[in-house]
């Protein structure tokens, strides 16, 4: 070992200040590649061997810059390209919704990065030694000594003269470093090949015993009976078709069970014209009218169909149902109001049923004619 | 390890003569210009008053918030700034005061004081129990009886320990400082809600009193950092006050205005999803009639100027730098009042007129003769503080 070039020197000192006095001695003597052992941090070293402040804020930096990019490509890509999803009506691509996931992966770029920017790129770790580790002062500098580690790479670095420049100065010792292993990073004793066919073995002995276990040792399947069914799935694949699209849409002209076609969506005159009230009026109709437009109609329209409903202070204010307009309308033409929508107000036809419409405008007429009722009415 | 001139001055450290003829002029330009902004409206110039209160009282309570914050975790750091925080705390005095015409105008202020339109609003008078007259000059007392409590508790008892130098007074404030900061947290909150948030007394938002509450921190923290920087760099504090404590000054700066930024867009957030007209009402204010462009300034100024500029490690430590980023802190907390507050008032007016432009130089009179008047009556240290030679002997 002693015909190996060193790979630098450790001087031993018993004090800090005698540390500092060493490594100023060493760069008066134009030494530039200094390192300090200590067992515990020394304030303001760094300032005295002369490094500059750490460049790690560098790779927090850009990993977070590339957390930010990602999360916002992402984001952006699944809810407004791939899979657009209308949420409460705001625009697909929202930047108050993206901010919280964009921030949360910025974090966790950046924090990982950091870490391990750390230990791999500046801290060259792992390694698996150290030419310090087979000093003789390596009990001394772990415990209450200082040392000052100079680097063969620098020209100034010579194994047999630099011991000299120390003189006058109180230093306990002087010992040369010299390196281990050609690569401290893939040791022999590590990836040899004995190891890696125990490796190989324990690894094949857990697989086989845990399939043995669940396959013939009566291990009881987890519970999935329900989730494991032969059958198609909503929004899942299919090879049955030649688009793979599990859901079928239905064949054109297709008319559902219990569903009358409705041609008037885009004409709500015709409507008026053309249709007629089909429900009787009965007690119990217009119970039924009145329980579903308590339900349905009341929050906006109001109990007695002024508009003043509980809802009004968050939503627009509809008109009143006692104007003369809407008075003087067939039950048609209320009907399509219902089933299409008019203005502010959805459509209600996927909310309440077609004998239901019917019933709630004959309540609808009874509420009209107790609001504007005639002498006759009063008998 | 390094050689430490610790010689400090005993007595008050005379300040230069130019400031004292800077607030003079402020003080005059301010009140030329006051006059025919109150006359020519007279609303406007209320709710620029408002601005101005609040903007008084979240700096004096940010200072006094960073003195009892080093008591109540035992900071040494900060500890040669702590004369610099007390002194400016002294603008919780003067902020009372202040007070008398935003008491005079409550009822051209706020719609609530306005016993028919309460009679005829069910919302309103649902709110009447916390929202009437006399409940809320109770509250107004109690928020002063704390403040003006405390600040002559902490500052008195450290003013006093210069000349007696007894250990007693900082065990004393270190147990007052817990108590403290729980009722400031409660104080401010409920000071937010009374005289920000009931300026549009239907809409409502919990995070409110958090929102103000980080308003006062960030701007405690850069007028203090804004005097220390500018003390040190006229060379009026010691030499053993160096880069180390400025960059942990920096650093808290850094992270309480990170934080407002945080709270600011979560109250924003929750009330963008909601999407309830009652809780938009408030951003749709803001976002018309000029006042989007103040609302995009704000997240300009407040946010991403400060963040960037004092992002970098050495941007800390680099005291021409954080006086700017300081002072430019304090304006964008102004910004910050005056878009609270003024878009409420004056409902269909934009912002920036004229008559605005007085009180920002009324705010930089008040702060300068508030700190004139103090820092010629004590040192600029705390020089009899037990902990004072750990405080300057500090390293990162």
């Known amino acids: 070992m002693s015909e190996k070039e060193p790979v630098g020197a450790v001087v031993l000192f018993k004090t800090p200040d005698d540390l500092v006095a060493g490594i100023r001695r060493a760069q008066d003597r134009g030494f530039t590649r200094l390192d300090s052992v200590s067992p515990y941090p020394i304030h303001k070293m760094d300032e005295v061997l002369g490094k500059g402040p750490s460049r790690l804020g560098y790779v927090a930096a850009i990993a977070g810059l590339a957390g930010t990019t990602l999360a916002k490509t992402a984001q952006w890509w699944v809810s407004a390209v791939d899979y657009p999803l209308n949420i409460g009506g705001n625009p697909l691509f929202s930047y108050p919704a993206f901010i919280p996931v964009t921030f949360e992966l910025m974090v966790l770029f950046s924090s990982l990065a950091t870490v391990i920017g750390m230990l791999v790129v500046f801290n060259r770790l792992p390694q698996y030694g150290s030419s310090l580790l087979k000093s003789k002062f390596i009990r001394d500098l772990t415990c209450d000594k200082y040392g000052l580690v100079l680097d063969a790479a620098d020209p100034k670095f010579s194994p047999d003269t630099t011991r000299a420049i120390f003189d006058g100065l109180e230093t306990l010792g002087f010992d040369l470093l010299y390196r281990e292993r050609p690569s401290p990073f893939f040791s022999q004793r590590i990836l040899s090949v004995p190891f890696l066919v125990l490796l190989a073995g324990v690894a094949l002995l857990c697989s086989s015993a845990t399939r043995l276990v669940f396959r013939y040792g009566g291990a009881v399947p987890p519970f999935n009976f329900m989730k494991a069914q032969e059958k198609l799935n909503p929004q899942h694949e299919s090879n049955a078709f030649p688009d793979k699209t599990g859901m079928r849409p239905a064949v054109p002209g297709t008319v559902a069970r219990g569903l009358l076609p409705y041609p008037y969506a885009s004409d709500a005159e015709a409507a008026g014209r053309d249709l007629v009230n089909p429900a009787p009026v009965t007690t119990s109709s217009l119970v039924r009218g009145r329980d579903r437009y308590a339900i349905f109609c009341q929050p906006c329209h109001g109990r007695e169909a002024d508009a003043r409903g509980t809802l009004t202070a968050a939503f627009p204010k509809p008109p009143t149902l006692h104007s003369s307009k809407a008075r003087g309308w067939m039950d048609g033409r209320i009907y399509a109001v219902l089933t299409s929508g008019q203005n502010a107000m959805p459509s209600y036809a996927s909310q309440i049923n077609r004998e239901d419409r019917w019933l709630i405008i004959h309540y609808l007429r009874a509420l009209q004619r107790a609001h504007n009722a005639e002498e006759r009415d009063l008998k | ?396």
């Open chain 2, 1 to 396: 390890m390094i050689t430490e001139n610790n010689k400090i001055r005993q007595d008050p450290t005379p300040m230069p003569r130019a400031l004292t003829r800077a607030a003079l002029g402020a003080a005059i330009l301010a009140s030329l210009l006051m006059a025919p902004a109150a006359l020519s409206n007279w609303d406007r110039f209320l709710g620029n008053w408002l601005v101005l209160f609040v903007f008084v009282v979240t700096l004096g309570l940010g200072a006094l918030f960073l003195v009892a914050l080093e008591f109540l975790v035992n900071a040494t750091w900060s500890v040669p700034f702590r004369r610099i925080s007390e002194n400016l705390a002294g603008l919780i005095l003067i902020s009372l005061p202040l007070a008398i015409p935003i008491l005079m105008g409550l009822h051209t202020l706020y719609e609530w004081t306005h016993s028919e339109a309460v009679s005829v609003d069910s919302i309103l008078r649902a709110k009447a129990p916390y929202l009437n007259l006399r409940f809320f000059l109770i509250r107004f007392a109690l928020f002063y009886l704390v403040w003006i409590g405390a600040y002559f508790l902490f500052v008195g008892g450290s003013r006093r320990q210069d000349s007696t130098g007894d250990v007693g007074l900082t065990k004393r404030a270190m147990k007052l400082a817990p108590p403290f900061m729980i009722l400031l947290a409660f104080t401010l909150t409920f000071a937010a809600f009374d005289w920000i948030m009931s300026l549009a007394p239907y809409w409502y938002s919990s995070i409110f009193g958090i929102y103000l509450l980080t308003g006062a921190m960030v701007a405690g923290t850069a007028i203090i950092t804004f005097a220390g920087a500018s003390l040190k760099l006229k060379n009026l504090l010691p030499e053993a006050v160096r880069s180390d404590h400025f960059y942990n000054l920096g650093a808290l700066l850094f992270a309480l205005n990170t934080l407002w930024a945080y709270i600011a867009f979560a109250q924003y957030l929750l009330i963008w999803y909601g999407g309830i007209p009652v809780e938009t009402h408030w951003f749709d204010l803001r976002s018309q009639r000029g006042w989007e462009w103040v609302s995009v300034l704000l997240v300009l100024a407040h946010f991403l100027v400060p963040f960037l500029a004092l992002l970098s490690r050495s941007a800390k430590t680099d005291l021409r730098r954080l006086r700017w980023v300081s002072a430019w802190i304090l304006g964008a907390h102004g910004l910050d009042l005056y878009w609270l507050i003024m878009p409420s008032v004056r409902v269909n007016e934009g912002p920036f007129g004229w008559q605005d432009l007085c009180f920002p130089i009324a705010a930089i009179a008040l702060a300068l003769s508030v700190w004139l008047w103090q820092s010629a009556r004590f040192p600029v240290i705390a020089i009899r503080d037990p902990r004072l030679q750990a405080g300057l002997q500090f390293h990162l």
